[in-house]
């Protein structure tokens, strides 16, 4: 993978993790507990999935892209 396209998924992806945000946010105040503990599980795989498949081998070829307050996954 080249940096430019590396750029353009760890873009996407913050993107994702903005509407994955906003998502749990809408659930977390629907007051409906069953829904909420199912998109909280979702969501979570979804996220590790995200962070620990796609942008952490991302960030080992490229480390300026990533973030100065995320440390690194061993």
Request: aromatic fraction near 6%; glycine fraction near 2%; avoid cysteine.
């Amino acid at each position: 993978m080249d940096h430019t396209t590396a750029e353009k998924i760890h873009t996407a992806v913050s993107r994702i993790f903005e509407a994955i945000n906003e998502t749990l946010f809408i659930v977390n105040n629907s007051g409906d507990t069953a829904v909420r503990k199912t998109v909280q599980k979702i969501v979570g795989t979804a996220i590790a999935d995200l962070d620990l498949e796609v942008l952490e081998p991302i960030y080992k070829q490229f480390p300026d892209l990533r973030p100065s307050d995320m440390e690194e996954v061993r």
